[in-house]
């Protein structure tokens, strides 16, 4: 970093740690009491639009994004007290729905996407009591995205088994092991391809570990100790070893909890990390450019996003903390603005707005006083993770300014999406695109620009 670049950091207010920098916040008012936040493509244009939850109001909503940052005014939708969304492909139409579970009533209202980002009445269906979280997965390896659903109040999980074309069965299948559940992640930690379910657990000092059994079951599986009770849990592969990797937030405890994953399925004893205070959210992204991923850490009373570098030895660093809303609870990231580094967004429960961190790890190679060696060709590298689920980053290469596209098209060469399509100065570029919305399979990724083209293979593995 040159001693210019530097100083434009430190004028604009951010804090860096080990190469991690972001913009000051910029706040958007949604409603009252917002209690999750997520990212998603939802009019199918490419760009990553908001989706938020605000408790209190009754109301869901969606904060759509122009490509570059720029966000629009909020569109509201009517939920009884949610607390919770996910966003995925419900009924195989090629678009983003939503599942938003109904803390009051017990129940997840779904709302289907008609294309273009508009949605309709939601209909609803019963799951138990006091709902908080939810997930999306093909639990049965049917072709259909299923629902998972935590119970607090019941302290089980509730699955809904999607027949397809978000037509549901009417048994609602549930599950124990688990104490007052908390936040649900889907992953196959014992490698046998089929989903299983990690949960935090607000009401014990473990985490609950819950094995697919392949016939619509699970049973419980050795659960690592936490040593506090939990109110989230992320899972990402920060040691790029092929295999998931688990964090919990332990806010009373104010400490993280990372569990290296191994490959008979179990965990390494927890590995603690302390953050900006209460920690109460957390998710793993690569925020510095250096193809590791870091932890992003919502700290409840202190108002803050603590970013904790990956040191790429099986440590992470120091926390560099960035000012957000009052009592944030929840954090997603994505690109918002289109510059190939991922971007933080928290919900804050405590201001009644969402607060936006634009990364600013990028810089275009056209920067004042930023000395670089410009690209000689134009020319696209393999996407990274590949296999991938749900996000992979595309690097690519932009010799001269000049207008550049990206396609992803299917086996059949129908075009899926475009995650990018602007004009782009000279430099180097890394592209994150999320592919929830889409099912499984091999799909092509095109980039064009500079009168060439050119193309690879990736696969996308639920």
Not at 16 to 28: C, E, L, N, R, V
Request: hydrophobic share 35%; glycine share 10%.
């Amino acid at each position: 970093m040159t001693a210019v670049f530097a100083a434009l950091l430190i004028l604009s207010g951010t804090t860096t740690a080990a190469g991690s920098g972001f913009q000051s916040k910029i706040d958007i008012s949604v409603g009252n009491e917002p209690t999750d936040v997520v990212a998603a493509d939802i009019e199918g244009d490419g760009d990553i639009d908001l989706i938020v939850t605000n408790h209190a109001s009754g109301t869901i909503s969606i904060i759509f994004n122009d490509g570059r940052g720029n966000f629009g005014a909020p569109v509201n939708y009517a939920v009884n007290a949610p607390s919770s969304v996910c966003t995925t492909d419900l009924d195989n139409d090629g678009d983003s729905d939503l599942a938003v579970t109904e803390q009051s009533n017990g129940r997840v209202a779904v709302f289907r996407n008609d294309g273009t980002g508009s949605f309709g009445s939601s209909f609803n269906l019963l799951i138990g009591s006091y709902p908080q979280a939810i997930a999306a997965a093909d639990i049965d390896n049917d072709g259909n995205i299923d629902l998972l659903a935590a119970n607090t109040g019941n302290n089980n999980i509730s699955l809904l088994r999607n027949l397809g074309g978000a037509v549901f069965d009417t048994t609602t299948y549930k599950f124990s092991g688990t104490a007052g559940p908390a936040a649900i992640v889907i992953l196959d930690f014992n490698n046998d391809n089929y989903k299983d379910i990690a949960l935090a657990n607000y009401g014990f000092d473990h985490i609950a570990l819950l094995q697919n059994t392949k016939h619509l079951g699970f049973v419980s599986f050795i659960s690592p100790y936490i040593g506090a009770t939990q109110s989230d849990i992320s899972a990402f592969d920060y040691n790029k070893d092929g295999i998931t990797d688990l964090i919990t937030t332990s806010p009373e405890k104010t400490f993280l909890s990372l569990m290296t994953g191994k490959s008979d399925g179990t965990f390494d004893s927890a590995q603690k990390y302390t953050a900006g205070g209460n920690p109460y959210a957390a998710i793993g992204d690569d925020f510095n450019g250096d193809n590791y991923p870091d932890m992003a850490v919502a700290n409840r009373y202190t108002g803050t996003v603590s970013i904790l570098d990956n040191l790429q030895d099986g440590t992470f660093g120091y926390p560099a903390n960035f000012k957000v809303g009052n009592y944030p609870v929840a954090l997603c990231a994505a690109d918002f603005d289109g510059d190939g580094d991922e971007d933080i967004v928290t919900a804050n429960f405590g201001s009644g707005d969402i607060s936006i961190l634009f990364n600013l790890y990028h810089t275009p190679t056209d920067a004042p006083g930023v000395e670089t060696t410009l690209p000689a060709d134009f020319r696209l590298e393999q996407n990274y993770p590949n296999p991938f689920n749900p996000k992979t980053t595309f690097p690519f290469y932009v010799s001269k300014k000049g207008s550049v596209r990206l396609d992803i098209y299917d086996l059949l060469g129908r075009l899926v999406a475009t995650p990018v399509n602007k004009i782009f100065p000279a430099g180097e570029y890394r592209i994150s695109w999320d592919a929830s919305r889409l099912n499984s399979g091999v799909y092509f990724y095109r980039l064009s620009g500079d009168g060439k083209n050119q193309a690879r293979k990736m696969i996308l593995l639920k």
